[in-house]
């Protein structure tokens, strides 16, 4: 069971299609899905990992299945600027008071927006083919451009 | 507040207007609508309302029907007693998400004035709309005159907020010979009507903070059937409580509605089977063809057109005396039999009698359909009784210029 870049939540727990199939009188009443279990009064200030989601919540859910290309994150240069942050489509960067911790790979679909918005040189996300290694990718990182002088 | 609209016991009002007043005792809380012909009036009635301090709901104005319909979707889901009013092309428009609310299980009310769809372009009433809708999942209530669609109306808030149904409704007229013909309509008070509406009672209502929900979730084929499935169950499941709410309507007004009306079926030889402001004419040709040349002719007519009263209209045609059943489709069927034919006959042909079953295309486009021509249909009927086999092509198209058009004989060996 996989639990994350953050060690601690529920994210990507699970295959997509794996909940159990119930039969037709006991699906909910106009596919209405519920987010949380019970109750889940100011869920707006408790953090993704500390609420109580759902099984039809994808959050709990891989769904990254047809991904093909894949961010690589590299710590090391990374500046913390959050702009990965903002852009990402999938809310798949993770990133805690305001440091960022990396790629939520269960739900990123491998749209390069984040490799895109990066400002760093050399840029501190690059897009890598879905099978390549992430220690080799970090290993054979590309080296600072130098600007061109006209 | 809402100001009270003073009304006497005695109005002269007719569909649209009738079909907007109740509209406006239900107290909705939101109306998204788009204008069209013939069913203009109801929203524009409606706007005039809020304009007037009548009504404590929001009007929004969108730029199209299936805006209005995607609107009445929202404010549904959000949690609100939700209603708009279409006809023909924007019915048209608004189909895509007549199936999103029917699946979505929102009890939004439509009252539809039915018209012709186009090409040719073409403003007067026919069922074209109204058999449009029939596969949506909505219950579709079909109203007669100005007082049925302010009657209806009103149940139609009851029946689909009802909470073992939670389905969208339809509620039907004809336009023009129905919504806007004035007639002598005996309203009800304000606090009366909406006494019998009752109060909204959200559910899953997506402006609960504490319950977060997802509304029109993706399922394919592990999930989907089954909420078809689930879905269907509830609209067949829904004829008890629309007959309960009926029961409930006449024991407060008097007046009674039944998902089939029938006239005259008691010892009939020949029925027809027909739906809106069509009746009153058959029953009027009915009730002279059997002073006049003693022909035995009964009136039957699904008022639910959805759910299909399948059981009330095999109990309504299981009579030893019934021979022939004749139905009439007020809509072009389209390279098939009409509708209403292959509907009752599947449900005639499980009775004792199974009659001879007849099919006639009639009325499109507005065009007159008269208590002379009501009669002879019926005396053609008379005649397959006699000779005891259908003695003329088994869908024919009535009142139509030029040569007779019909389809299909019997087979007889």
């Known amino acids: ?150 | 507040m809402a100001k009270e609209f003073e009304l006497n016991e005695v109005e002269v009002w007719d569909g649209n207007y009738a079909a907007s007043q109740a509209l406006r005792q239900a107290q909705i809380d939101v109306v998204a609508a788009y204008p069209i012909t013939p069913s203009t009036p109801i929203v524009e009635n409606y706007g005039a309302y809020i304009a007037n301090g009548y009504v404590d709901g929001e009007f929004v104005m969108v730029e199209s029907e299936h805006g209005a319909m995607s609107g009445c979707v929202g404010a549904s889901a959000a949690g609100g007693r939700v209603a708009t009013a279409t006809s023909s092309q924007g019915f048209a428009l608004m189909t895509e998400v007549l199936y999103q609310a029917s699946g979505m299980r929102l009890p939004i009310v439509l009252t539809v004035v039915n018209r012709a769809l186009a090409s040719p372009l073409n403003v007067r009433g026919d069922h074209s709309d109204m058999y449009l809708g029939r596969d949506s999942g909505w219950i579709q209530i079909d109203a007669y005159d100005a007082q049925e669609a302010y009657d209806l109306a009103l149940c139609a808030f009851r029946i689909g907020e009802h909470l073992d149904v939670r389905l969208p409704v339809m509620m039907h007229q004809d336009g023009f010979t129905t919504s806007h013909k004035a007639q002598n309509v005996y309203p009800l008070k304000d606090e009366v009507a909406y006494k019998f509406v009752g109060d909204y009672v959200p559910v899953n209502d997506m402006l609960d903070f504490s319950r977060p929900v997802t509304h029109g979730a993706q399922t394919e084929e592990d999930w989907h059937y089954e909420h078809k499935a689930k879905q269907h169950k509830a609209l067949m499941d829904s004829r008890s409580v629309i007959d309960e709410v009926f029961a409930d309507f006449k024991a407060l007004t008097g007046r009674e509605y039944k998902r089939v009306e029938s006239y005259m079926m008691e010892d009939a030889e020949v029925a027809l089977v027909l739906l809106g402001s069509s009746v009153e004419t058959a029953v009027l040709a009915a009730k002279q063809l059997r002073e006049e040349e003693g022909i035995k002719v009964g009136i039957v007519s699904p008022r639910c057109f959805r759910p299909f009263p399948y059981d009330l209209i095999r109990e309504t045609l299981d009579t030893s005396s019934l021979k022939v059943v004749s139905c009439l489709d007020k809509s072009a069927p389209g390279g098939a039999m009409g509708a209403l034919f292959n509907e009752v006959s599947a449900a005639a042909y499980t009775t004792q009698a199974r009659p001879m079953m007849t099919n006639y295309i009639y009325g499109l486009g507005g065009r007159d359909f008269a208590v002379d021509e009501a009669k002879r249909i019926m005396r053609e009927q008379k005649a397959h009784a006699d000779a005891g086999h259908i003695t003329t092509p088994i869908q024919q198209f009535s009142g139509l210029r030029g040569p007779k058009l019909g389809f299909f004989e019997t087979r007889r060996s």
């Not at chain 1, 601690?8 to 987010?35: C, F, H, P, Q, Y």
């Not at chain 1, 759902?54 to 600027?81: G, L």
């Open chain 1, 1 to 150: 069971m996989s639990t994350g870049v953050l060690g601690t939540d529920k994210r990507g727990i699970r295959e997509l299609g794996a909940e159990e199939k119930v039969g037709w009188d006991e699906v909910s009443e106009g596919v209405v899905l519920n987010s949380f279990e019970g109750v889940a009064e100011d869920i707006a200030h408790k953090k993704a990992e500390e609420r109580d989601y759902s099984d039809f919540n994808s959050y709990t859910a891989t769904v990254a299945s047809w991904r093909i290309i894949k961010p690589v994150y590299n710590r090391d240069i990374c500046i913390d600027c959050q702009n990965c942050w903002v852009w990402c489509p999938d809310t798949s960067i993770i990133s805690r008071d305001k440091q960022m911790l990396g790629i939520d790979y269960d739900h990123c679909k491998g749209c390069g927006v984040c490799v895109e918005v990066c400002p760093t040189n050399p840029k501190s996300l690059l897009m890598y083919s879905e099978a390549a290694d992430n220690e080799e990718a970090l290993a054979g990182w590309p080296q600072k451009e130098k600007k061109e002088k006209n």
